[in-house]
């Protein structure tokens, strides 16, 4: 095994200061008032040292080895034990190499000005927002990254501190040297300093991930929309594409009795003529939980035509939390092979099981997964033959009829 050189020491210190080790001691000295040789320090470091056969073998470059070692000794230390040799006596060689202090760590890799810079964001935020500190310690280098707008960083959270969940537009916000800008550039961090500093009350713990920041902290957002088309020929508003707010629609409580929900734009708007019924674009797992609170659609029929792959399963599966009667459309095995030469490819399937599947959606979504067929097999909705989606709804009509 290679004998550890002052460039080893130095590397193993680096990585020290990658993970994050030395600042957030920085902050565990600083903060807590621990002096400089508690905690992590002194820290030992990997040292492989000539064994005593290799030192009368290669007496020579073992001294060259140790006198490198000890001139780089002002910033580690070095404990030396004695090795004995038949051949050459007794001879002192470094055998541990320590970092003492915190102090000495930044030194040896170059770092004490950057330590400084993070230490003056410590002080800051230990007069101002003292809460935040467990988010210096675990995310030092992201910090030391956005040290030019830290400053308006703690000033966007002070000013949410005096102004919980404040029902009004991220542009609305008055602060000096922020604009709405600045804040959706920074969401995530925000996220996590808002989390640790604003009081319970003031988070709604259901909104999660940067689509619901402003719902968990109480900004205002710009309205959800649904599109949706009237399929009845006779309608005065017939395929017409209609765009609301979700809390338009979730007042509509329209007249028909059948609702259809598509994931595919096209497949929207070429949806055939169908009596007494209108149909939705979904638009994802998002554009399906704008769905979630029209009351109205439970007293409807409603259908789901989505990919015959695992993610279509997957939201069908999302839908039917909260619409229970909602049935699938053209997600079968017979519209699976009856177009085979048109199968494409699901680069990342679905692995967990979804329980609100009927029986013969499961064995569809476990062929999908399993890849029992091929490996990512996926059918996409605006692959089906028109004929067979026209055929399909006929049948389905001739069901309603009977």
């Known amino acids: 095994m290679p004998w550890t050189k002052a460039a080893d020491l130095r590397e193993q210190t680096q990585k020290l200061w990658d993970k994050g080790t030395l600042l957030s001691e920085l902050v565990n000295q600083w903060v807590n008032g621990q002096s400089d040789s508690s905690g992590t ?15 009368s073998a290669r007496f020579e470059e073992a001294r060259t080895w140790a006198d490198g070692l000890r001139l780089g000794s002002g910033r580690y230390r070095l404990v030396e034990r004695e090795a004995r040799s038949p051949v050459l006596g007794s001879n002192r060689i470094p055998d541990e190499a320590w970092l003492d202090t915190l ?15 993070f230490l003056e964001l410590v002080r800051i935020t230990k007069a101002q927002q003292p809460a935040l500190l467990p988010w210096l310690e675990k995310r030092p280098h992201v910090a030391l990254e ?23 537009y991220m542009r609305q916000v008055d602060i000096a040297g922020v604009d709405s800008k600045f804040i959706e550039l920074h969401l995530s961090v925000l996220a996590g300093l808002f989390d640790l500093a ?12 940067a689509a619901q920041f402003c719902q968990r902290y109480g900004f205002l957002d710009k309205p959800l929309r649904i599109r949706f088309r009237w399929l009845e020929p006779s309608a005065g508003s017939y395929g017409e594409d209609v765009t609301v707010t979700q809390t338009v629609f979730e007042q509509l409580n329209t007249p028909v009795g059948h609702v259809f929900i598509t994931e595919n734009e096209v497949n929207f708007l070429a949806f055939p003529d169908t009596p007494n019924a209108m149909v939705v674009f979904g638009g994802g797992f998002g554009g399906l939980d704008r769905l979630r609170r029209a009351v109205w659609l439970h007293q409807r029929s409603v259908h789901y035509w989505g990919d015959i792959d695992t993610h279509g399963f997957a939201m069908l599966d999302q839908l039917r939390a909260y619409l229970p ?15 085979s030469d048109h199968w494409g490819h699901e680069a990342l399937a679905q692995q967990r099981d979804l329980p609100r599947l009927t029986t013969s959606e ?10 029992r067929l091929r490996v990512g097999l996926r059918l996409e909705q605006e692959r089906i033959s028109f004929g067979w989606v026209k055929q399909s709804l006929a049948a389905l009509q001739k069901s309603v009829d009977d």
């Open 198 to 209: 604003l009081p319970p009350y003031a988070i709604d713990e259901s909104a999660r991930g």
């Open 103 to 117: 102090q000495d760590a930044l030194t040896l890799i170059g770092k004490t000005k950057d330590a400084a810079r």
């Open 41 to 55: 320090f002194p820290q030992r470091l990997r040292l492989q040292s000539p064994t005593t056969s290799e030192l």
């Open 146 to 168: 956005l040290k030019e707008v830290w400053q308006r960083l703690l000033n966007v959270v002070g000013w949410l501190q005096a102004y919980p969940r404040p029902g009004v």
């Open 362 to 371: 499961r064995a569809v979504y476990d062929i999908l997964r399993d890849n």
């Open 325 to 339: 009667q909602v049935l699938s459309l053209m997600m079968d095995e017979s519209t699976l092979m009856h177009h």
